[in-house]
């Protein structure tokens, strides 16, 4: 027997809104990664159990897209970190605010 | 004939040599190049007039195109030299009177420490008019009338420094301006009726295209004539020549006097085939001139000043030439042109003269006197001068006058004669009263201060030739013995010209009473001149007081400067005034910083939304992601 699709959704949801509150109320650059890491995997899972459901391959084609580009994405995001850390000596993204109008 | 081109050129080398290197030269070397180069182009102009003269009457026209200057649409204005008999006559005054008011200029600008740049400006004033003189389509000419109009303002406002020269300068550059916008019209209207600018395609077409006496004729005549009224300062535009006395004597004679004043007078003649086709212009032309030769000579009557009274002189004389033109006479005209250019150069030299004599910048002839002793050569040729202008024989101006009132009074109009014969007796009188002032009676300068003493050699020679001129140049044109070769010599310019027929108005009065009638007019004006400042004879007290609101009318020129001053250029200063005021700086100010600050209030409230917490932004972009979910949703 097969799990419903709807409770994939359910943890989908549960894990980007989780993710989402990651993003908004920590400070961490690297929590932030992480939370983002996490909002991007709900999509994912989304995506698989929507290919699954209609025997689609495309939904699990676009997973291994964002895989790739989620890999890419952290490689340039942390050079990034690492670069305002060596400068600034802070992870913390409410003290890098330079650009503030 | 084919280096034509090297006499406009020369003045204008000459220029930019003084203009960019006169400050390191020599004035040894500034003063060579400058009347050198004017000197060759005269001598150029000589072998022009010679390669004229060496071919028939008929084919005595040479154009000769330097390069395309514009070419547009329908528009092709070639620059390209015209030499005829009537462009070759302006190019033999204004390089061979120019040459000798170079001359006269080493001396009497050598003290001054702009040395170079006053000859750099008087060569490029010579290098405009003969563009002018030579251009050989009306946009051309144009562009030579604009230059010397700048050359001009230079000039008059050499001594910067003087606010007087400053504001005549000014005076000068705007007044004519007035006159300029008539002139731009009608050459506006000239293409627009014929599609082009050349002198011959235009007089060609012009029976064909303008109807005799009709609008149009007459509109473009007499928009041309309002640039020619500008420049040569006739009623009612004639108020800058006299200011234009802040200028440098040698520029007064030379712009003011022989040259470019003149203007006016050879654009009638160019344009003749036109004025042939608007009788009314044609009148216009002869009554403007006269009224100017009158009233100017009225003015010229009571003025203290040496200098403006030889300004009013020559706006007078500038009247006799408009006279001419008006009733069909241009060779006379011209003629009169010529005579005036030695005349007018010869006085205004010899009033230079005198000016340094007495040490610099006295004009007031109430300050002079006696000097006919210490000035023998200049008191000789002033005196030669102004009976020339009286037009006593057998002087050129005698000869020149004497026709213009003759052929004025063979057209028919008498009343146009009467009045341009009261003015020759003022003519007559004023010359005289300024000689005597000058020369004769007790000194009223100030002795203990003032040793006059006569110009150096290089003042006294162009003068001396001037002198000559004006006594040997009647041989011109000797109207009563049917000697005219300088009418000859124009004759095919003019060949289309009605004829001043002596025919069709039998005259009432035969050549020899009117040669007699004008003699006896500058004998009445010198012997009033005589009685009154040479003998001392007082008239009546009663006399006098009658007079008297007359002199204070015509010593304060009529009011026409005041006049002038109230009706024109209070309201401008007031509209300047306002515009700069209230309209510039209160409303396009207002607009131009009231959009500076909407932008600074828009970006400072758009400025919150950039906190710089990047937890912000993530916030807005799920606030933004959940709106557009919540609309597709709605929908």
Known sequence: MSVPVVNYLVLSAVLFAVGTLGVLSRRNALILFMSIELMLNAVNLAFIAFARQWGDMAGQVIVFFVLVVAAAEVVVGLAIIINIFRTRETVDVDDVDRLRG | MEFVWVVLILPLVGALINGLLGRRMSKRAVSGVACGSVGVAFLFAVNALLGLLRLPPEERVFTQTLFDWI?????????????????????????GVGFLIHLYSVGYMGEDRDYSRYFSWLNLFTFSMLLLVLADNFLLLFVGWELVGLCSYLLIGFWFTKPSAASAAKKAFVVTRVGDFGFMIGLFLIFATFGTFDYFRVFEEAPQVLAYGGALATGITLLLFAGAVGKSAQIPLYVWLPDAMEGPTPVSALIHAATMVTAGVYLIARAYVLYELAPVSMAVVAAIGVATAFFAATMALVTHDIKRMLAYSTISQLGYMFLATGVGAYAAGMFHLVSHAFMKALLFLSAGSVMHALGGEETDMRRMGGLRTKLPYTSTVFLLGSLGLSGIPPLVGFFSKDLILE???????????????????????????????????????????????????????????????????????????????????????????????????????????????????????????????????????????????????????????????????????????????????????????????LVDALGGALRRVESGYIRAYAAWMLVGALAILIYLYLR
């Not at chain 2, 015209?82 to 005054?93: C, Q």
């Not at chain 2, 002795?447 to 162009?462: A, C, F, N, Q």
């Not at chain 2, 004006?470 to 009418?487: C, K, M, Q, R, Y």
């Not at chain 2, 304060?556 to 109230?566: F, G, P, Q």
């Open chain 2, 407 to 597: 052929e004025t009074f063979l057209s028919g109009n008498t009343t146009l004669w009467l009045v341009g014969l009261a003015a020759a007796v003022l003519t007559a009188f004023y010359m005289l009263r300024g000689h005597f002032l000058t020369f004769y009676g007790k000194p009223r300068y100030d002795e203990t201060k003032v040793h006059p003493h006569e110009s150096p050699p290089v003042m006294l020679w162009p003068l001396f030739a001037l002198a000559a001129l004006t006594v040997f140049g009647g041989i011109l044109w000797i109207s009563f013995l049917n000697f005219a070769p300088f009418e000859k010599f124009l004759e095919p310019v003019f060949e289309g010209a009605r004829l001043v027929g002596e025919e069709e108005h039998p005259a009432a009065l035969s050549t020899g009473m009117l040669v007699l009638l004008s003699v006896l007019a500058a004998g009445v004006g010198i012997g009033i001149a005589w009685l009154v400042y040479l003998r001392g004879v007082t008239v009546g007290e009663g006399l006098r007081r009658a007079f008297r609101p007359l002199y204070t009318l015509l010593y304060n020129r009529y009011y026409v400067d005041e006049l002038y001053t109230a009706l024109f250029v209070v309201p401008g200063r007031r509209l300047s005034e306002f515009l700069a005021g209230s309209f510039d700086q209160g409303l396009l100010n207002g607009i131009v910083n009231g959009v500076g600050r």
């Open chain 2, 71 to 95: 070419v547009a649409g329908g528009l092709s204005a070639k620059f390209s030299l015209l030499l005829d008999p009537l462009s070759a006559v302006m190019l033999l005054v204004v390089t």
